[in-house]
């Protein structure tokens, strides 16, 4: 089997998932020092294989708009409303 075979594919949904229960595990107040370490520690791996894949995301989605052309790539709003449409009178 070929290297890319043997590598397990990153699942950013699954990623997040545990994410969760490990935010949900520290919260609970139930761990030992040792534990928490240890789930922190997996937090943050997880973190930052989360920023590799959207880093990557974003590069692939930049590439197709730059072949097209003719679309164009637009900061998303953020903060408070943002998406929301606004009531006309």
């Not at 959207?54 to 943002?82: D, S, Y």
């Amino acid at each position: 089997m070929g290297e890319s075979r043997k590598k397990k594919k990153f699942k950013f949904e699954q990623a997040i998932s545990e994410l969760e229960q490990i935010v949900n595990r520290l919260d609970s107040g139930e761990l030992s020092l040792d534990e928490m370490l240890a789930d922190f520690e997996a937090g943050i791996k997880l973190v930052k294989e989360c920023q590799r894949f959207l880093n990557e995301a974003q590069k692939r989605v930049e590439v197709l708009i730059a072949e097209e052309g003719k679309l164009e790539l637009k900061e998303l709003e953020t903060g408070p409303g943002a998406g929301e449409e606004e009531e006309v009178d």
